[in-house]
Every structure is written in structure tokens, then in C-alpha cells.
């Protein structure tokens, strides 16, 4: 950490009052705040407990699968509450309906085990969410897949096309994906209906193939499909293509398992990974938000070699990899899942495995500073050198903007529009400032 960082923590140490389970980090430039949204106590702990899959829902609450129920966390209230549980199996994968005002349907993958390490078929379900009673109901049954072992798959998401995308899993290496009808070692299309799409390269479920262990599944803006896949010693990052096979059990990453002559054979009519490394994956997300632009592209959950967070920065056609960074690396254990909130926070899944908990990180520099009965004030990029931008809950009427040192001094004061606008702070010097924007909360400011 450089010595300006290292005085604007202090700095932000002396202003804001953290709460008992909020302590500050920086992931590159940028200071966050990280805190517990849904602590250790709400999971039953131990190698079986959940939670496993975080999902941003449409009513803006973080949905969660814990063990035999899918729960919810508000983000403003904290309030957790349950929509449905059933008496038996594990609940993985979670996704929404793309349509959901129209469609209010919300899809599962249940493990019929307790524990997904524990059982060898995994099911796919339909609940209706009812608004008047604020659960799921109808469930329907929509298909199923074998797993011959403890990786699985089990993640979901529904794609622009309004399909549903599924990662299942053939981790024995079966060599089940040119089979058609066989489900596992797969990333599955199917129908809200649960129908097969007439579109897909088979008359069946089926994809890609020739996956060890999808793990994680995401769709990134330009409608890219992008799977982070467990590997047997190398783990993938893999751009989905319809009609594919990405190589297992021939490969694994980009090297040979199989015999000399079936890799000759095989390697140009097979798919490889946009990366390759050592970072067991589990979830998988897109964040795209100016607050920690550290984070901005892919960013997954890693839990075992590097466990923690990897950030990938992808090209202009979200075709390749770019760069990866580590975050947060072996400091919060086994990282089971991550999700990006509309609001620039980044949550993901601390502790699988012993002591659970859902983590949130923010800018620290965007946190509320004591009153707040006002508006927020959010400033990004922050810290800034050039110009900054501001957005806060006002009109769009002028007010004013005024700055100060943390002596109080005024180093700023004009007018400016209320709501959102641009700021141009070159002409001050380093350090850390409060910026108010009319009626709004005071914001920190980070000047390089």
C-alpha cells in the first residue's frame, strides 16, 4: 500500500464510524469499506452449510440458496426472509425469469442429497412467486442430470434470448457430452417451459459439451455466455459457442491428458479456454460499476489455490482476457460466490465450508458519514486526479457545490446542477476532502 493511501485510511478511520463488523481494505487505488450483510449465525456452519448461490432480484434484494430454503437479505432494511423451503436436498443454482412482471417464475437446482457431495442427481425446478403471500409455489419439474461425484455444476442464468443457460457437470469423465439425451458435462439451453429450444445444434438440451465442471455461468453485456470451469489441475475461464466441445476429458486447460495420438486428433475440432490458471472457481459476475473500477469486467469467486477474488478485465468485444488480478486473497477463506448490486457493491459468499457469511464491499469513500436522514452523495472514479463525477437523490435544479479540507476550510463553492454533473478538481492539491452537493449527505473525496 503506498504512503497516500496509507494517510487517507487514517484519514477515513477518524471520519466515519464503522460498525463492529466493517473494516476498511483497498483493492489497487481504491479504499473500500467491508462489511457483514448476513452473518454467520443465519447459516448452520460446518461443510454442508449453505449459503451457495447469491442472485440480485428483480424487487433489488439479494436472494440466496441455503441448504433446503432460498431466502432473501434487503439491502436497505436488512431484513432476511424466506420464500420457500421444502424438507429435503440442497439448493444450488437460482436464476429469475427474464420477464418476471410478466413471467414471475424463479428457476432452482436442487441437489436430492443433503449435501451436493452427497448424492449422485441433480434436478431443475419451477416456482411461480406469489406477490400476496411473498413465496414460491407450483413447483414444476423441468429435468435432471448425474453426477458421478462432488463437482456438479448447478449454476443458471437466462440469456437476452430468453433461454435458460445450465452448467452441468461430468466430473469422473465419463465421456458422456457427444451423447445426445445425456445431460452431464454440459451447458444446457432449454425454454422457460422447460421445452428444447428448435434452435440449438442437437434435438436436445444440449449446447456445448465436453465440460469437467462449469461452476460458474454469467452473461456479460454484448450477450456473451462465459463459464468459469473447475478444472482437474487447470482451471477455465470459457467463452460459450453453441455446437462446441471445450475438451474434457481429452484436455485439461490447454494441456494433453488423454493419449498423444487422441489429442492430435482431437485439438482442432475442440474449443479452448480465454484463460487458464490455478484458481479453483466457483461463481461468477459481471460489475460494471465506476464505484471500485478496479472490479470492472468479470469478476469470480475462487475457492481453493488463490481463493478469493479474481478480477479479469475483458477486450472491447468481451471475447478474451485482457489482464486478471487477485483480490482479497486468503483472507476470507473458501469465496463460494459473488454478485454485483446496481449500486456499485460487490457481495460474495466468505467461509464455505466451516463459517459462512455473505460479505459486502463498497467505495469507502461513498459511505454515509453520520446523518442520515440525508442524501447520498456518489463520486466516482474516487480517489480522483482530474475530474469527478457526482450523482445524488436531488433535482435536477441548481444548488451548490462546496468542498472543504478536513480542517473545515472552504477550498470550493459554485453552482451546479442538483442531481448528477461533473466536477473538475486538477487545481487542488492531494488529500482528502468532504464534498456537499446543496441539501445532500457530506461524501469523502480522494484527490491523487
Known sequence: MNRFLCFLLICIIGQIRLSAQGILDTLGNTIVRIETAVDSA??????????????????????????????????????????????SGYFMGLAHHSDFIHQPYVYATIDTGYYYGQSTRIEVWRYRYNSAVDSLEDPLFLLSWYHPGEHSGGRMVFGQDSCLYIGTADYAGLQWQDTLFMNSGKVLRVRPDGSVPIDNPRPDYSWT??????????????????????GQINDELNLIQPGNHYGWVIFDGNQCIGSIDTCNA??????????????????????????????????????????????????????????????????????????????????????????????????ALNTNISNTEKKETVLFPNPASENIQYQTALPATMTTCIIRDLQGRLVLHRNVQGDQGTLNIGHLKSGTYTLQIGSSHPALLAIL
Open 209 to 230: 459439451w465436453g465440460h469437467r465442471n462449469p461452476q460458474g455461468i454469467v452473461q456479460v453485456p454484448n450477450g456473451n455466455i462465459i463459464v468459469s470451469e473447475y
Open 266 to 363: 482431437y485439438q482442432s475440432s475442440l474449443t479452448f479456454p480465454i484463460d487458464v490458471g490455478q484458481n479453483p472457481p466457483s461463481g461468477i459476475t459481471w460489475y460494471d460499476h465506476p464505484s471500485i473500477p478496479e472490479l470492472h469486467g468479470l469478476v469470480q469467486a475462487v475457492t481453493g489455490i488463490n481463493q478469493g477474488l479474481i478480477a479479469y478485465t475483458m477486450n472491447a468485444t468481451m471475447d478474451s482476457v485482457v489482464n486478471k488480478h487477485y483480490y482479497l486473497r486468503y483472507e476470507y477463506g473458501r469465496v463460494r460466490d459473488a454478485c454485483a448490486g446496481p449500486d456499485g457493491s460487490l457481495y460474495f459468499i466468505a467461509y464455505d465450508r466451516s463459517s459462512p457469511r455473505i460479505m459486502r464491499v463498497r467505495n
Open 42 to 87: 443465519q447459516f448452520a456452519g460446518g461443510y454442508a452449510s449453505g449459503p451457495w448461490d447469491l442472485h440480485l432480484g428483480p424487487d433489488g434484494q439479494l436472494w440466496f440458496t441455503d441448504q433446503t430454503a432460498i431466502r432473501r437479505w434487503h439491502p436497505v432494511t436488512g431484513v432476511i426472509s424466506t420464500v420457500l423451503r421444502v424438507p
